[in-house]
T-cell receptor, first 117, second 113 residues
Framework: GAVVSQHPSWVICKSGTSVKIECRSLDFQATTMFWYRQFPKQSLMLMATSNEGSKATYEQGVEKDKFLINHASLTLSTLTVTSAHPEDSSFYIC?????????????FGDGTRLSIL | DQQVKQNSPSLSVQEGRISILNCDYTNSMFDYFLWYKKYPAEGPTFLISISSIKDKNEDGRFTVFLNKSAKHLSLHIVPSQPGDSAVYFCAASGVPSGSRLTFGEGTQLTVNP
């Protein structure tokens, strides 16, 4: 089946640090990947849609300069949280959809727990 | 504006019985619906989906029912097993939003041995 790998799984760092999270589709090519954020006991909120070879599309209220997305290849998208602060602490999850049309389900990575001290 | 709602935050069921998880949506442009299962500190795992041209889709112990007139879908798990204990999210996508998914708030299912 479709496998999406996300790394690292857990990050603890000081306030002001920039953190990069990688999302890879291991057995398929993904022209589009998605980045979500989940707060405790809440739903997954879409942050941005990552498009291979072009700029990401950000959801309303998401700061594009804060959350930098790069989708340089068909199997890799990265999310960089720049100058992270404690309020950026959250669970970040990426997903990708295999080719085959709009009725293919998105498959998710295992998420990254980000804790900013 | 919560376009996908799961009104039951939790559900407890005995092993071997049926689990029924419910989901309502408001956007009539949604045409593809999915159920995901999620354990703590892990990403969601895809379970089953249904397109709006169908009213039922079955995969092993999992069946999803779609009632378009009521804008309601449900996931039935029969028989329920302790390993099914997890948070279940329904999600929807539609023409205007392309492949973007809108998630419900999730329902914590606990299957008791």
């Amino acid at each position: 089946g479709a496998v999406v790998s996300q790394h690292p799984s857990w990050v603890i760092c000081k306030s002001g640090t920039s953190v990069k999270i990688e999302c890879r589709s291991l057995d398929f090519q993904a022209t589009t990947m998605f980045w979500y954020r989940q707060f405790p006991k809440q739903s997954l909120m879409l942050m941005a849609t990552s498009n291979e070879g072009s700029k990401a599309t950000y959801e309303q209220g998401v700061e594009k300069d804060k959350f930098l997305i790069n989708h340089a290849s068909l199997t890799l998208s990265t999310l960089t949280v720049t100058s992270a602060h404690p309020e950026d602490s959250s669970f970040y999850i990426c997903s990708a959809r295999p080719p085959g049309g709009v009725f293919q389900p998105q498959h998710f990575g295992d998420g990254t727990r980000l804790s900013i001290l | 504006d919560q376009q996908v709602k799961q009104n039951s935050p939790s559900l407890s069921v005995q092993e071997g019985r049926i689990s029924i998880l419910n989901c309502d949506y408001t956007n009539s442009m949604f045409d593809y619906f999915l159920w995901y299962k999620k354990y703590p500190a892990e990403g969601p795992t895809f379970l089953i989906s249904i397109s709006s041209i169908k009213d039922k889709n079955e995969d092993g112990r999992f069946t999803v029912f779609l009632n378009k007139s009521a804008k309601h879908l449900s996931l039935h798990i029969v028989p329920s097993q302790p390993g099914d204990s997890a948070v279940y999210f329904c999600a929807a996508s539609g023409v205007p939003s392309g492949s973007r998914l809108t998630f419900g708030e999730g329902t914590q299912l606990t299957v008791n041995p």
